[in-house]
């Protein structure tokens, strides 16, 4: 049979993920199969824990799925909410949409507080729908929601559902590795986020903080947990029994895709944490303001614009497709338009782990100038280039 690869020719993914993968990381994934048990693998298994726990800022427990995002934000509501449970969902994107279509599927009753999609949250509205709807077992958000490049505030709505002993579910898929989170400072009781954004390393790993407070949110589920593999319980049971030789869980550890993890997780913690949320944001504010000196329009506000992407939105008069065509066929380089949920004429730039780097804008911006100059784009000023390297 004839193998066809998707890309023959290299491209760069300045999209919000999947990201860019070092060649260190890849070569570990071409390194011989290894079993996912043994003394070797618990070697493997114990230094990506402990990894982990720095970048999360946290001594919670650690559940590292066989999954993307999704499934351990899936883990996270089917184990903890029973049916008929109200959980407050912070909503202003397509991401925090998933959130309500999963509880609902699980039978947990969406309590929805909207905000505008260019928009973070009223920390009053959070505080009067608590007092509101008193019996809420759980308050869900998405950190940076990627549908949009907005921000929103979890460190302060996480502090209100501390107060009032309410679980927190915080999906940190875009913002882990690239932006400001301290899981155990700011009371997060379920974080969950994936290998393929801001970790630079391959999609198929996902990764869930869980607190105590969480796992007694578990524990004292009335309803029997539906599932077998992305159920919590049943997943502790396995870790706890097979704790000295298998302890990923019930199932099969990738071990290829933990390889690759170690080295992205590696070259994080070698440049430091700090350091490296910091050359996000310097990145960041580059990236806006030659967007916007160009004539773009950005789509969020400084204040809460994401640091590990940025959205902006095309003159109706220009084709999205056409420009994201452009980029891609033209100039080898892809950036994303809006997933069908906020405006046709949006387009998302990913920067994140790699991508958050002189290296991989410089070129994207020359790319994009090219692209907007063939469809006659009318520059408040020319020079992409310049404008952004005088602005890093």
């Known amino acids: 049979m004839e193998v066809i690869l998707f890309n023959m020719k290299r491209k760069r993914l300045m999209i919000p993920g999947p990201t860019e993968v070092s060649d260190e990381a890849l070569e570990c994934m071409s390194l011989p199969i290894q079993p996912h048990y043994g003394d070797k693998w618990m070697e493997i298994y114990t230094e990506t824990q402990k990894k982990l726990r720095k970048i999360f800022k946290t001594e919670n427990d650690i559940i590292i799925y066989t999954a993307t995002g999704s499934g351990a934000i899936e883990s996270a509501i089917s184990s903890a909410i029973d049916p008929g449970d109200k959980v407050l969902i912070c909503h202003n994107g397509y991401f925090s949409q998933r959130l309500i279509d999963m509880v609902q599927l699980w039978g947990g009753e969406p309590v929805i507080l909207e905000a505008r999609l260019n928009q973070s949250f009223d920390t009053s509205k959070v505080t009067e729908t608590i007092n509101l709807y008193t019996d809420l077992k759980m308050i869900a958000m998405v ?70 407070k969480a796992w007694d949110a578990v524990s004292q589920k009335k309803s029997k947990i539906g599932g077998w593999y992305l159920n919590l319980s049943n997943i502790r049971k396995y870790q706890k029994k097979w704790s000295h030789w298998h302890s990923h869980g019930p199932n099969t550890a990738p071990v290829s895709l933990y390889l690759a993890l170690n080295v992205s997780l590696d070259r994080i913690l070698k440049e430091g944490l700090g350091e490296r949320i910091m050359r996000h944001e310097k990145m960041t504010g580059a990236v806006r303001k030659t967007l916007e000196t160009l004539g773009l329009k950005l789509f969020a506000d400084d204040k809460i614009a994401s640091k590990t992407l940025t959205s902006f939105l095309l003159p109706e008069k220009i084709n999205a497709l056409d420009f994201i065509g452009l980029m891609r066929e033209k100039y080898d380089i892809f950036v994303s338009g809006d997933v069908g949920y906020v405006d046709n004429q949006l387009i998302r730039l990913g920067h994140m782990g790699i991508t958050a780097s002189a290296s991989f804008l410089t070129p994207t911006f020359e790319a994009l100038e090219a692209s907007l100059n063939s469809l006659n784009f009318e520059f408040s000023e020319r020079n992409a280039k310049k404008i952004f390297t005088e602005n890093i």
Do not use: Y
């Open 143 to 212: 950190h940076v929601e990627t549908s949009t490049g907005v921000e929103n505030n979890i460190k302060q709505i996480c502090d209100i559902a501390n107060k009032n002993n309410i679980v927190t579910l915080v999906d940190c898929v875009a913002s882990l590795g690239g932006t400001e989170l301290n899981v155990d400072d700011w009371h997060v009781d379920f974080a969950a986020t994936g290998s393929q954004k801001c970790f630079e390393s391959p999609a198929g790993l996902s990764f869930l903080s869980v607190s105590e």
